[in-house]
Nanobody, 125 residues
Framework: VQLQASGGGLVQAGGSLRPSCTAS????????LGWFRQATGKEREFVAG????????FYKDSVKGRFTISRDNAKSTLYLQMNSLQPEDTAVYYC???????????????????WGQGTLVTVSS
């Protein structure tokens, strides 16, 4: 599946953004979906995700209560509502999709086959 991410930007600390990721080529059916981020000089890290067939999302501890992942299957679009943003949330955010990902590998970037191009989120203090 081809993924196109958008919706990043520059925001002050405490503000909100909602990046989105739209799939083309096929629907999300059967795919585990995730958002990852990569700050300058750091490794790519898991932020939030869904396993296919399980509506319960998973989150990185530091974003729990601030970020919400959601999807619109009819529109083949994945969202990440980000509230109470902090400077440490500054990163390029990537959406990803993969098939057959077991729960223990949900947070592992190499488990995902398809990636969007990334959208930059910058939070100023």
């Amino acid at each position: 599946v081809q993924l196109q991410a958008s919706g990043g930007g520059l925001v002050q600390a405490g503000g909100s953004l909602r990046p989105s990721c739209t799939a083309s080529g096929r629907t999300f059916s059967g795919y585990t979906l995730g958002w990852f981020r990569q700050a300058t000089g750091k490794e790519r890290e898991f932020v939030a995700g869904f396993r296919w067939g399980n509506s319960n999302p998973f989150y990185k501890d530091s974003v729990k209560g601030r970020f919400t992942i959601s999807r619109d299957n009819a529109k083949s679009t994945l969202y990440l509502q980000m509230n109470s943003l902090q400077p440490e949330d500054t990163a390029v955010y990537y959406c990803a999709a993969g098939l057959g990902i077991i729960l223990s590998n949900l947070r592992v970037p190499s488990s995902y086959r398809d990636w969007g191009q990334g959208t930059l989120v910058t939070v100023s203090s």
